[in-house]
């Protein structure tokens, strides 16, 4: 433990990348190529079906259905013509099936053709005499010819396959060859689900060369030079090939969700970089080598950028609670791309900057946008420091209407929607639906559990009652039953004759006619509606719906309707695969939820942590709530549906802002440290981190704008909704954060490590005591990471219960801390009365653990009545802390020594002699040689091995108790122990009256 501050310091790793640049090049360029050979296997796989949760009830019935019933999936070719029922077109047509039924994949075509051959078993009837005939078959209205009879569908059923791609091209084929006088196309749900495979490919080669070159741009005006453009595109570029090539070789496609990998990493990464490059900038200025401006660079800027790096991966890694499976491969590749980026940025760059020259110091960028900047600049200044309370108050009238708006989001998703107007397949999906009947299928499943049970004429009158409301439901073009077919075999096997289109009134004649419809249309066809023992029905909906919120509108509708009139008959059920995405969509705001809860814990824990304060962490939390708030808001107040796209925007966003507020931080605590003024901390800041925040906002925001130019809607509206965020984001990292971070003070953890090396023995006992919150909060984390890597769902008592411990073990850190800085101090500040006991206790407290584990005893004998003495509580705490701490080391090193004693001791004694406050410090430890006596009070003197001692401690603590007008004497024997005692002057107001001759 001793030597963690010096294991965890960017020193060592940096020093070896400073000295090694060209093998850690060639390093990285060798595992670049590993992953590049990979890219030409990468595929493009998007699904309609990626928007399912696979363990929701809704999709298990769904399957168990399809089972049961067969796929209800199908492809609707739609033909054209002035007449159908011409000789050249029906025969043309008729050809048109019989191709379609050949494709591997088909299960069943139903057409016209096929109709009249089934039904003309002689061949004796004309096209006239087929029109007429089945002129009032309504089962064929809408849904196999259109009421002008210009327009027809040939209704491919599919196997029950995931990936119709084959089906759809072989069909496509064969339109394209008989398209000739004939207008054909096709429609359906795989279509819509090529779709999206297609024009993700499109976007994917289209958006991120245009997001490079978008990028280009403003880095030339940020940093004037080629430099600064190719070393953060660069590192972008391997981030995104290491990235792609790790989904090649895993085999996982590129889909919907996924194809926004690359814009975030080229907005982000470009961020990141133009943080570094600036603070390089800076340092190459002051630097006489590229080796020296790359070391102090990565000093001062590799632990703020790892820990921006692994809050926007825990922004990510929430997400991998969704239960939608796109979504959890979003994430997953979008922290592996932004962990490549980090290890890219902490291993190429410091390698590639110290080979290069220095940079031009008179190059600073485009001056016009330098002094926009700066003018810009000046003003968020003015705000924090003079308008404070009048900004305040107005950013939360803004956040005040903005969060009202959130409770008007409504989820939804529809496929359909996500292409553009101009799109063929909203073309197609809009003409059919005015032509025929929808192509979108939902089943209403009713169950009687009762054999036989539709072999009864007036249940058959059932479903024919149930087809009529079904009917007369927005959306619904068209319903298909076991009645209509009945109806049809009843209408076939009595010549023709219209009065027989009709179900029939006796049950025996339901029997025979069933008979009749298994050998007419055989099996397949009756198994679609009807179980083998007729106690289950199926009625199949033809509807032009594709909204979720449609769906489940229409389910309640039927629900409603069935439950009233036939809950005492049979079940009913609901199905399709609309109904399974659109109750997986309803999911969306539980899975935004629980993903945005755990980055708001988990981000929460990482910043209290680093500047111990609870305080803090929620300062941080409120700025980076800022922007998704008003996001959100909007989305509400403009009817912006939340999708599976939108809802990724929470967990991105608040992992990108915090970035921005940690670089505030980390610089404002580096400030506030000269010289304690808050006002001008908050000026330097501003005006050091700025115009990078500035920047790099805009350098995300235009990235993610790319997005608005996608094929598909809801990545369009993502984009501009992320540029909203961010610059939300901007708002508050540059006007709220300042201003509630004034009221509060910093001491992060960073600081204490580089506190613990010069503090004597510090660092071993006050590690383990940080130790163990740490470890607590490390074993919360540790249970969420394996829970969502085992793909549990974790409940909601548990989430509370490890973010209640986080923020209790933040508490204890905090404490610790607090007892920390006690010992450090302004030498200026105005010394007070000062109860020496009080400040012992409160030492020994800190310490304890320690010294317990070290079976040291602790013996205190204070006097109780002892008076004041004029001082500084934490210097005069520095002065015993350094006590304590050099003889406990004392009486470990005599235990290596000679070994330990049952009698090790620490022995602190307090009372007042001659008008004087005494303190001793006394100890059973290995004492003092004579010939060093006298130089241990000399700075940088220490007897301890190299690295475990400054020399600094005790000549610190007699430059502190001179200050008081205090003195040290010391009685050592070697190998005995040592003794220190100081005295002290009372303070002026405890001290006795003189009294007069």
């Known amino acids: 433990m001793p030597n963690l501050p010096k294991a965890i310091r960017t020193e060592n790793w940096l020093r070896f990348i400073i000295d090694h640049p060209y093998q850690i090049i060639l390093l990285i360029f060798l595992i670049t190529a590993l992953f590049a050979v990979q890219l030409p296997n990468i595929r493009f796989q998007t699904s309609i079906y990626d ?11 769904y399957e168990a259905f399809k089972k049961e019933f067969g796929s209800e999936e199908l492809i609707l070719v739609v033909a054209k013509a002035e007449e159908i029922f011409g000789t050249d077109t029906f025969r043309r047509i008729g050809l048109i099936a019989q191709k379609l039924s050949e494709i591997p994949g088909v299960r069943k075509v139903i057409s016209l053709p096929g109709i009249k051959k089934d039904m003309d078993i002689t061949s004796r009837w004309s096209l006239s005499d087929f029109e007429n005939i089945i002129a009032p078959i309504d089962l064929f209205k809408r849904n196999l010819l259109s009421v002008d009879n210009r327009t027809t569908v040939l209704s491919v059923i599919l196997d029950d396959v995931k990936y119709k791609d084959d089906i759809i091209e072989a069909i496509e084929e064969i339109i394209e060859n008989e398209r000739n006088g004939i207008s054909l196309y096709q429609i359906g749900m795989p279509l819509v689900s090529k779709a999206l495979a297609t024009y993700t490919e499109k976007d994917f080669f289209r958006l991120p060369p245009i997001t490079f070159l978008v990028i280009a741009v403003l880095l030339f005006c940020f940093f004037g030079n080629i430099r600064g453009i190719l070393i953060p595109t660069g590192a972008v570029f391997l981030a995104l090939i290491w990235t792609f090539g790790l989904m090649a070789w895993t085999e996982t496609p590129l889909s919907l969700l996924t194809m926004i990998v690359p814009i975030l990493l080229i907005a982000v990464g470009t961020a990141y970089c133009m943080h570094i490059m600036s603070e390089y900038r800076a340092c190459a200025a002051r630097a006489d080598s590229p080796s020296k401006a790359a070391y102090l660079c990565f000093v001062s800027m590799g632990f703020p950028t790892s820990l921006a790096v692994i809050t926007t991966i825990i922004g990510l890694a929430s997400l991998l609670l969704n239960k939608i499976e796109s979504i959890r491969e979003f994430a997953l590749f979008s922290c592996i791309g932004m962990l490549s980026m980090l290890i890219i940025m902490l291993t190429l760059l410091p390698a590639v900057l110290a080979v290069l020259p220095l940079a031009n110091k008179g190059r600073r960028g485009w001056s016009s946008a330098r002094d926009a900047s700066d003018r810009l600049i000046a003003k968020i200044i003015q705000l924090n420091l003079r308008h404070e309370k009048g900004l305040l108050y107005v950013i939360a009238v803004v956040s005040a209407v903005a969060f009202s708006g959130i409770f008007l989001i409504r989820v939804e998703t529809n496929p359909v929607d996500y292409f553009r107007q101009d799109t063929p397949i909203i073309q197609h999906f809009k003409d059919v639906c005015q032509q025929t009947a929808g192509s979108f299928p939902v089943n209403v499943v009713l169950n009687s559990k009762t054999e036989g049970y539709f072999e009864r004429p007036s249940h058959l009158k059932q479903i024919e009652q149930i087809q009529g409301f079904l009917n007369s439901l927005d959306g619904v073009d068209k319903t298909i039953s076991f009645a209509d077919f009945l109806r049809l075999v009843n209408y076939a096997t009595n010549q023709y004759r219209r009065e027989y289109y009709a179900l029939p009134e006796e049950a025996r004649e339901v029997r025979m006619l069933t008979n009749s419809y298994k050998s007419m249309l055989g099996q397949e066809m009756f198994k679609r509606f009807m179980n083998q023992d007729l106690s289950k029905a199926n009625i199949v909906l033809r509807t032009h719906i594709s909204s979720s919120k449609d769906f489940l509108e229409l389910r309640r509708r039927i629900q409603g309707f069935l439950q009233k009139h036939f809950s005492g008959h049979f079940d009913f059920h609901i199905t399709g695969f609309g109904m399974v995405i659109s109750q997986s969509s309803q999911l969306l705001t539980m899975g935004l939820i629980k993903s945005l809860s755990l980055t708001i814990v988990l981000i929460f824990g990482v910043m209290a942590l680093l500047f111990f304060s609870t305080r803090v962490g929620l300062i941080a939390i409120l700025t980076n709530c800022f922007p998704i708030i008003i996001t959100f808001g909007l989305m509400g107040w403009f009817g912006i549906r939340l999708s599976v796209a939108t809802s990724l925007i929470a967990s991105i966003a608040i992992g990108l802002a915090v970035d921005d507020t940690i670089h505030y931080l980390v610089r404002y605590n580096r400030e506030f440290k000269k010289d304690l003024d808050k006002d001008r901390s908050l000026r330097d800041t501003i005006r050091g981190v700025g115009r990078p925040i500035i920047f790099t906002t805009l350098a995300i925001s235009l990235g993610f704008s790319i997005l608005i130019f996608s094929h598909f809607k809801p990545t369009a509206v993502f984009g501009l909704l992320m540029v909203i965020t961010m610059l939300s984001a901007l708002v508050g990292d540059l006007l709220i954060l300042p201003s509630l971070i004034r009221r509060v003070e910093l001491v992060t953890a960073w600081d204490l490590l580089r506190l613990m090396p010069t503090m004597g023995g510090i660092s071993a006992g006050i590690a383990h005591e940080l130790n163990q919150p740490l470890n607590a909060i490390k074993m919360g984390s540790e249970f969420l990471k394996m829970m969502i890597q085992r793909g549990k769902k974790i409940q909601e008592e548990d989430l509370s219960q490890v973010a209640n411990e986080i923020s209790v073990q933040v508490d204890r850190a905090s404490e610790i801390i607090s007892r920390l800085s006690q010992f450090s101090g302004k030498l200026d500040f105005e010394k007070e009365e000062v109860d020496v006991n009080t400040i012992i206790r409160n030492t020994l407290a800190t310490m304890a653990h320690q010294l317990a ?53 620490i022995r602190v004694r307090s009372f007042s002699e001659n008008d004087r406050i005494v303190v001793s410090f006394s100890d059973s430890g290995i004492g003092i040689p004579d010939d060093v006596r006298e130089r241990i009070f000399e700075p940088f003197f220490t007897t301890k091995e190299a690295g475990k001692g400054k020399g600094l401690g005790l000549s610190i603590t007699n430059e502190i108790v001179k200050d008081y007008g205090g003195h040290i004497d010391i009685q050592s024997e070697k190998g005995e122990g040592t003794t220190f005692t100081l005295t002290f002057p009372k303070a002026l107001s405890s001290a006795t009256p003189e009294t007069g001759p």
């Open 51 to 61: 928007l399912v949760i696979k363990d929701l009830s809704e999709t298990a019935y």
């Open 853 to 905: 584990l070290d079976k040291i005893e602790a013996e205190l004998h204070l006097d109780e009545t002892l008076p004041p003495v004029l001082a500084h509580r934490n210097r005069l705490g520095q002065v015993v802390f350094s006590l304590i701490s050099n003889a406990k080391d004392a009486i470990n090193e005599k235990k290596e020594v000679v070994g330990g004693t049952n009698t090790d001791f």
